[in-house]
């Protein structure tokens, strides 16, 4: 009962062919049908709300909460920025990392240097675009930090002047991050139209920047995002939310910019009740198969000290449940789930 198998559109687990050699082929069909699976997720968006200052005792909760999901490591990313020392005394010292939480109520908190030591954690640190700190960067790098991660809601929501990515003291810190290795995620545009299926309503961050005045479009901002790849191609920048653009715009700046990557917590997810069509299937693998080592899976989730969130299946399950049913090759599917994203956030 054998039959022929194109594994490039029907690829199956290695062990399957393990079975046919193995123990004198003892098992040969056994378990014929097993598809890849992955070895583990990393999410590489994860962000970390928590007044608590035991971030070993949150972070440890959180992987518990999600180890159902089969989420090995994550890429968590403090919701705290850099501020001016001069007038907090905030920054880094001997005793660990400081930084003031974003959220006016959350008090001063401090990542000690034996939450760097867990393999299973990567970290960033969030730089307000008011706040351009190349000193703190540079610090948070020889603690052990992977990247930084910045944000153009603040920018658009605020008012502010897209350009100011271009000023000389964010060039100062783009160069430091390029010297160092590091990786930046990046916010850089926002999908205007409602989302059902994201829970998620219209003109978000935009319908707050127009109170304000600003006339620039996701185009402009997307255009600015790009110069700065052509500005710094030493550093991989890591387009959050597939940059909230469609599969023919993202194949051609991924063919034109190699240090471009982009994550999957956008709209590349699947409900539990919902499937593919079959074009529709086609399409969304041969992008993974051609951008495979340029995809890297996430979820943009938020924890605190109590672990994961109640809605987690919301985040989780609709996204891995997306890219499993592509049917992806092994290889492909492991760079997608971990593999990616353990290349870029090793410490430099």
């Known amino acids: 009962m054998a039959c022929k198998i194109d594994e490039n559109l029907y690829p199956h687990a290695p062990e399957v062919y393990e079975r046919e050699v193995l123990d004198n082929g003892f098992s ?3 378990g014929m049908h097993f598809h890849p699976v992955e070895d583990y997720w990393l999410d590489c968006h994860v962000h ?3 007044e608590d200052k035991d971030v070993s005792k949150a972070v440890d909760n959180y992987l518990k909460g999600v180890s159902r999901y089969n989420v090995k490591k994550i890429l968590a990313i403090p919701d705290i920025v850099s501020v001016d020392v001069k007038t907090s005394g905030a920054g880094l010292n001997d005793n660990g ?3 003031r939480y974003l959220n006016p109520h959350m008090s001063q908190g401090t990542l000690d240097d034996d939450i760097f030591r867990n393999e299973n954690i ?3 640190i969030y730089l307000d675009y008011k706040v351009p700190d190349a000193a703190f960067v540079e610090e948070a790098h020889d603690r052990g930090v992977s990247g930084v991660k910045l944000h153009n809601a603040p920018l658009i929501s605020e008012g502010g002047d897209r350009k100011v990515w271009f000023s000389n003291e964010w060039d100062a810190v783009f160069r430091k991050i390029q010297e160092c290795g590091m990786t930046v995620l990046i916010h850089v545009t926002q999908r205007l139209s ?12 935009f319908s707050e920047g127009w109170k304000k005045g600003i006339t620039y479009t996701n185009e402009d901002l997307l255009q600015d995002f790009l110069m700065l790849l052509k500005m710094y191609p030493g550093i991989n ?4 939310h597939e940059l909230f653009l469609g599969l023919e715009r993202l194949d051609e700046l991924l063919d034109a910019y190699p240090n471009l990557h982009i994550d999957s917590s956008g709209g590349f997810m699947l409900r539990e009740d919902d499937d593919f069509y079959d074009y529709e299937r086609k399409l969304y693998r041969d992008f993974f198969l051609k951008h495979s080592k340029r995809i890297l899976f996430a979820t943009d989730v938020i924890f605190t000290k109590d672990g994961p969130p109640e809605n987690t299946e919301k985040y ?3 996204r891995t449940r997306f890219i499993k049913k592509l049917r992806l090759p092994n290889e492909v599917l492991q760079d997608v789930a971990h ?4 290349r870029l956030l090793r410490n430099a």
Not at 237 to 240: D, L, P, V, W, Y
């Open 28 to 30: 040969r069909g056994w």
């Open 48 to 50: 970390f709300r928590a």
């Open 97 to 99: 990392m400081y930084a």
């Open 122 to 124: 990567y970290w960033m």
């Open 194 to 205: 409602a989302s059902p299926y994201k829970g998620a309503g219209k003109n978000l961050y």
């Open 237 to 240: 920048f890591i387009g959050a």
């Open 316 to 318: 989780y399950a609709v």
């Open 339 to 342: 593999g990616n994203a353990e």
